[in-house]
């Protein structure tokens, strides 16, 4: 069962907003959940956070920003259009719950053609994005500015919170939970005769940015990349298609992208094993044929950074509410304290 500290630090920072480029409250939450550590936020907004002295320079990046949308129009009749913020697909959004956050959240739903409307051939379709709308009830475009709705405005799905002890499940999993081990590691690793760097990294749903302009400053000698990964775990998928599963340990990636993403240094991948040997922690290892992690950016930053990534295997990743286990999460950052001592 999940420790209930863990669970009450995950549900804090999963309820901060943080669409790409508006971390600040996941900076403040993650920032209150290591008190008495050195931090700051540079002019991107990442949050760095600093422990212990000495010349090796050591980085654990997780990154704050989730995915989201934002208004991009408000029509005569007070119906809302949008763009999306980072990797959505726009199926799993007709008749979705969302929270637009102006001068307070707006709760509202994303409305489409109904389907007793639909043409024969519009069914077997999926709606675009131009055919979606958000409905917050205003009735007029000057409803909606009176709610302080304007241009922009960040529209956030739900902040739920579920956990049975076994698996958690809200919003921005992705990556509040690496968002999670990385303040978990920074309070209790001893930092001997090295500098650990903790980054909250923005903007990485939108291009990897807030990593790539941290790791240029910092110049660390070595960095390690918290995140998630999609779990394969689910019907529909053939065991060789993701062969990743909830609930059987941390997945180190060896490559991402089918190579356009990090390729992970041989050297740390086997210092990940070792270290996840001694503590008889299972782990998974990961070929990503599809998106990238921070340490894309990273690892090809100045001169070149030894780069490796452990992530949180995770179902319905980029949608509304997403699951993971508390296991691996807990197997994570048993194992990040035990490679950051060993080094």
């Known amino acids: 069962m999940a420790d209930k500290k863990l669970e009450e630090e995950l549900e804090a920072l999963a309820k901060a907003p943080g669409l790409s480029g508006m971390e600040g409250p996941v900076a403040q939450t993650l920032k209150s959940l290591v008190p008495g550590i050195e931090s700051k936020e540079d002019s991107l907004g990442n949050l760095i956070m600093t422990k212990g002295k000495g010349e090796k320079k050591v980085m654990i990046c997780a990154h704050m920003d989730e995915v989201g949308l934002r208004v991009k129009y408000i029509d005569e009749n007070g119906f809302l259009k949008f763009v999306t913020v980072g990797g959505i697909d726009t199926r799993i959004l007709p008749a979705s719950r969302i929270r637009i956050l102006s001068n307070r959240w707006i709760d509202g739903i994303i409305g489409v053609k109904p389907i007793h409307r639909l043409k024969e051939e519009e069914r077997k379709k999926a709606p675009k994005l131009e055919d979606l709308y958000v409905d917050v009830g205003a009735g007029s475009r000057e409803g909606a500015e009176t709610l302080g709705i304007e241009v922009g405005s960040p529209i956030l799905f739900p902040d739920d919170f579920y956990s049975n002890g076994k698996v958690a499940m809200c919003k921005a999993i992705d990556d509040r939970v690496g968002c999670l081990i990385l303040a978990r590691v920074m309070r209790e690793v001893k930092a001997k005769d090295k500098v650990l760097y903790g980054v909250g990294s923005v903007q990485e749903e939108v291009g990897l940015k807030g990593a790539r302009t941290a790791a240029f400053s910092l110049s660390p000698d070595l960095a390690i990349v918290v995140d998630t990964t999609p779990a394969g775990d689910t019907p529909g998928f053939n065991e060789g298609d993701q062969?990743?599963?909830?609930?059987?340990?941390?997945?180190?990636?060896?490559?991402?992208?089918?190579?356009?993403?990090?390729?992970?240094?041989?050297?740390?991948?086997?210092?990940?094993?070792?270290?996840?040997?001694?503590?008889?922690?299972?782990?998974?290892?990961?070929?990503?044929e599809g998106g990238m992690t921070d340490g894309?950016?990273?690892?090809?930053?100045?001169?070149?950074?030894?780069?490796?990534?452990?992530?949180?295997?995770t179902r319905y990743l980029h949608t509304g509410f997403s699951l993971a286990s508390w296991e691996d999460i807990e197997w994570a950052i048993k194992l990040l304290k035990r490679v950051i001592s060993d080094l």
Do not use: D
């Not at 040997?277 to 290892?285: A, C, D, F, M, V």
């Not at 894309?296 to 295997?313: D, F, H, M, Q, R």
């Open 243 to 288: 062969p990743i599963k909830v609930g059987k340990g941390p997945v180190f990636g060896l490559a991402e992208g089918g190579g356009r993403g990090l390729i992970t240094n041989e050297r740390l991948l086997n210092m990940l094993k070792e270290s996840a040997k001694k503590e008889s922690i299972p782990y998974q290892l990961e070929l990503g």
């Open 296 to 313: 894309a950016a990273v690892y090809i930053t100045k001169e070149g950074i030894p780069t490796c990534s452990v992530s949180i295997a």
